[in-house]
């Protein structure tokens, strides 16, 4: 079965720190590789996507992920946080089977601390 | 320009009863898909809409349905409501000619059953 891994459940930084947070699928087709995030109280918002081309993109706010195709993973970077990175991330996962099927990950809380 | 809208914010309802949510898709998307968030978890996929008709499905029961009107607006529908179904419903629009089925996302309907 398709599957989405977030390595993380709950990461605390430090402002100004690096982070990296792991996102590896399970499927041998063709996906389309999303970060969407969570501030609190607001809507899901779309980070950064990948489809086709550079595997290294770059999203909102100093965001970037790497998908490396032989490790079926995309990790989510960003090299110093802000307290106003404070959130929830999620990997997603769209399969084209016919029409787009998105399967996400659990979530990866993340508290920046000021 | 408005987003996707959804309709109740909140609502509870008792195990047995029925319950219809409601979507409005972001202006000029023609494609909807439905997701069930439960608590600490990410979204999951329970079906997604295209020219009035469902398109794909994720593993839900039947008594998870859904209808999508010509204006391009939907609903889910939800039999037999059991204690499980409390959960956060997410709408999201998207363009069934969009290369990377990248969605855009409504604040969610919080459902509680008792």
């Known amino acids: 079965a398709q599957s989405v891994s977030q390595h993380n459940h709950h990461v605390i930084l430090s402002e100004a720190a690096s982070l990296e947070l792991g996102c590896n699928y399970s499927y041998g087709g063709t996906v389309n590789l999303f970060w969407y995030v969570q501030y609190p109280g607001q809507h899901l918002q779309l980070l950064l996507k990948y489809f086709s081309g550079d595997p290294l993109v770059k999203g909102i706010k100093g965001f970037e992920a790497e998908f490396i195709k032989s490790k079926f993973s995309f990790n989510l970077r960003k090299p110093s946080v802000q307290w106003s990175d404070t959130a929830e991330y999620f990997c997603?996962?769209?399969?084209?089977?016919?029409?787009?099927?998105?399967?996400f990950g659990a979530g990866t809380r993340l508290f920046v601390k000021a | 320009d408005a987003g996707v809208t959804q309709s109740p914010t909140h609502l509870i309802k008792t195990r047995g009863q029925q319950v219809t949510l409601r979507c409005s898709p972001k202006s000029g998307h023609d494609t909807v898909s439905w997701y069930q968030q439960a608590l600490g978890q990410g979204p999951q996929f329970i079906f997604q809409y295209y020219e009035e008709e469902e398109r794909q499905r994720g593993n839900f029961p039947d008594r998870f349905s859904g209808h999508q009107f010509p204006n391009y607006s939907s609903e889910l529908n939800v039999n037999a409501l059991l204690l499980g179904d409390s959960a956060l419903y997410l709408c999201?629009?998207?363009?069934?000619?969009?290369?990377?089925?990248?969605?855009?996302f409504g604040p969610g309907t919080r459902l509680t059953v008792t």
């Open positions: 997603a996962v769209t399969l084209n089977t016919g029409g787009f099927k998105t399967i």
């Open positions: 999201a629009s998207s363009l069934v000619t969009g290369k990377s089925g990248e969605q855009y």
